[in-house]
């Protein structure tokens, strides 16, 4: 089955976060998809971009103080399941597109998940997983992330992984770098340039604690081929 989590990220006063989070289950509710797993509450993020866009728009809607919203987020794994998407994904904002807002509303998300375990009665984790390696490591790096994945408890994940890019992802690589550095130092690195290596992402949705997905990451460390891992959770 290929799902996909849509993230709603929408603005609000904290006084308002009950009405906002029971209007938004209602939206997904009648969107016509398969809803397989649900946010169990709205949680705050940081974005800034993301949160003085909606606080403007909260402002030319003349919305009570705007500056004071908090940005939040909402996620679905939903499964469209044959139906049109374009003409469903807009009941995912907190507000019709023709209504005045009240919650003004972004969209974003993960699309093309494979699905695979049952949801649980645990609360769920959106797990991103960084490897850092050299270029010719790209094999084993499928192979380790394979492996994390058969050895987790996972509803929904990216089937492949994707190579990062640009220097936006430095906080989420930046720690590789220097455990690999230390590695290099001590004699038990590959000797290549830390910064200078390649860096792969993938994201699963779990169950698992991340103590469980930090247990069950697999490294490859041997000579000539270093490839090691992290793991950071968000809540879902």
């Keep these: 089955m290929s799902a996909e989590i849509v993230t709603t990220h929408f603005i609000a006063h904290d006084e308002d976060l009950g009405i906002a989070y029971d209007i938004w289950r209602e939206r997904v509710s009648a969107s016509g998809t398969e809803i397989l797993a649900l946010s169990p509450r709205p949680h705050p993020v940081e974005d800034e971009f993301i949160l003085w ?17 908090k940005l939040y987020e909402l996620n679905a794994l939903v ?23 009240r919650f003004p509303s972004a969209l974003g998300g993960l699309t093309g998940l494979d699905t695979r375990d049952g949801v649980g009665a645990a609360e769920l984790s959106l797990v991103t997983v960084a490897y ?28 492949g992984l994707t190579r990062l890019e640009g220097t936006e992802h430095s906080a989420l690589v930046g720690p590789l770098w220097l455990r690999d550095a230390t590695l290099n130092i001590i004699g038990k690195g590959d000797q290549f340039f830390s910064p200078g290596k390649e860096a792969w992402s993938g994201w699963f949705l779990t169950g698992d604690s991340l103590d469980m997905v930090e247990a069950n990451l697999p490294e490859m460390i041997e000579p000539g081929t270093v ?10």
Excluded at 53 to 69: I, K, V
């Design 53 to 69: 866009d909606l606080r403007t728009e909260a402002a030319y809607g003349n919305l009570r103080d705007p500056g004071s919203m």
């Design 79 to 101: 499964d469209f399941n044959g139906i049109d998407r374009d003409n469903r994904i807009e009941i995912f904002f907190m507000d019709d597109p023709f209504a005045a807002a």
């Design 132 to 159: 850092l390696g050299t270029e010719a490591a790209v094999p084993h790096v499928h192979s380790l992330f394979d492996a994390l994945l058969t050895r987790s408890h996972v509803i929904a994940y990216q089937p």
């Design 227 to 236: 490839i090691i891992g992290r793991a950071v959770a968000e809540p879902f």
